[in-house]
């Protein structure tokens, strides 16, 4: 039964991986794979009582992950709908291509960690087309906003979808994660930047045509302001709201979702029903990526039957023996979340690693935020972000690999350095 549940996961894994070749979207083969994979758990296994109750209790845990990811999503959308990102975006104004790479750049970084590091690139590379007339000087924005978005979601709680799964799963805490792969994850985002700042030296920006159309917003600046404001405010209040409470985070969003429904019906109470169609959080939830979250349920429960049947604590044991220390082992996970996804990776090691033998903020559990979170800036399709950009800007594959892959190992690397050295330095 093991081998033929680990071929299963295998042959999900690499249909996964080579989404785009086969044409076959992840969706559809993580969904069969977790579908056959309980199939062959609990006709196999024989006891079905015990199998009904373990696949109930990794919904729970799967389901936890899902409404919290649903309500940042909405939240987000919300914020979009009415021009709310507008606030940072019209305050970018620079005439240097290098003075703007930076500026982008940081920007980028601190806005993935309190939004996400999916939506970060798509309202940052939307920007640069506002800004940027030239495809070539778009492109090399486009790899800095991947390699800074992807840097940004693994110092914080809420920025990256793996640095999420850990905190609800117990294995970092907010506080911790953010003191302790902050500094990795800046060193990370800035030796790229430097390069590719020298490269763009002495450049001006040339910018598009203005269309007039574009200026003809919506919404009031007020409007605008409020929900930026409030969106903003409940994305950063979830952390504050689990400490206080110990309540899991997706309560949290789902409480400030609320509050933000609400402040939208008040708003927009006087308008026609045509005039705040586009504006409601109903209208929100119709945008919101649902192909994404339901890849997330199909690979989180696939990957709980190889939990359930003590294959991964067997693969901890093996690679412990194999190779021997965390670092390196931790090291190869990011490596490979630059091939794979890094979502199903993550969630492989949550169940190869016992919290007993290893404990919340444990060495373990911070570097594998920031080695997974940002490996996968390596190639372009080792993240959300990546895929992203790759779509957005028609990046080809290869013209990542010859411009930003080096870039985004260099600042790979450079942050693990800076990482264990830290951690020897405090512990």
Not at 36 to 48: E, I, N, P, Q, R
Not at 65 to 76: D, R
Not at 247 to 276: A, Q
Request: hydrophobic share 55%.
């Amino acid at each position: 039964m093991l081998i033929l549940l680990v071929v299963i996961f295998v042959i999900a894994y690499a249909a996964i991986a080579l989404e785009h070749p086969i044409k076959i979207h992840k969706t559809a083969s993580a969904l069969i794979g977790a579908g056959l994979l309980w199939t062959v758990y609990a006709v196999m296994s024989g006891d079905h009582h015990a199998v009904g109750e373990q696949l109930n209790e990794s919904l729970a845990a799967t389901a936890q992950i899902i409404f919290f990811l649903m309500g940042a999503m909405t939240i987000v959308e919300v914020v979009d709908a009415h021009n709310g990102f507008e606030v940072i975006t019209s305050r970018i104004k620079t005439t240097k291509l290098s003075t703007l790479m930076w500026l982008v750049g940081f920007v980028t970084f601190f806005l993935s960690s309190v939004l996400d590091n999916l939506t970060t690139t798509i309202v940052m590379i939307s920007l640069m087309k506002k800004l940027l007339d030239k495809h070539d000087d778009r492109l090399f924005f486009a790899g800095i906003i991947v390699i800074a978005a992807n840097a940004g979601g693994a110092w914080s709680p809420i920025g990256d979808v793996t640095t999420t799964m850990l905190w609800i799963g117990g294995q970092i805490t907010s506080l911790a994660i953010m003191e302790g792969v902050f500094l990795a994850a800046i060193i990370n985002m800035v030796v790229p930047l430097m390069v590719t700042a020298y490269i763009l030296k002495g450049r001006e920006v040339v910018s598009p045509p203005k269309d007039e159309d574009s200026d003809k917003l919506q919404t009031t600046p007020f409007e605008r302001n409020l929900m930026f404001c409030m969106g903003l405010g409940t994305l950063i209040a979830v952390p504050i709201f689990k400490t206080v409470t110990h309540l899991p985070p997706f309560m949290g969003i789902l409480f400030g979702l609320g509050i933000l429904w609400l402040v939208g019906n008040l708003v927009h109470r006087n308008k026609t029903d045509d005039e705040k169609e586009h504006l409601t959080l109903v209208h929100a939830l119709t945008k919101i990526d649902m192909g994404s979250i339901v890849f997330f349920i199909g690979i989180l429960l696939a990957v709980s039957t190889l939990e359930h049947t003590h294959i991964l604590t067997n693969l901890a044991g093996w690679l412990d023996k194999v190779v021997g220390r965390q670092d390196v082992i931790v090291t190869i996970i990011g490596l490979a979340s630059a091939i794979v996804d890094n979502v199903p990776l993550v969630a492989a090691s949550m169940g190869m690693y016992s919290m007993a033998q290893y404990p919340p903020d444990s060495f373990l559990w911070e570097f594998m935020a920031y080695a997974a979170g940002t490996g996968g800036s390596i190639l372009i399709i080792g993240s959300a972000a990546g895929v992203a950009a790759m779509g957005l800007e028609k990046i080809h594959f290869f013209w990542y690999v010859k411009r930003i892959s080096g870039l985004a190992l260099i600042g790979y690397f450079a942050g693990i350095a800076v990482y264990i050295v830290q951690y020897k330095m405090f512990h």
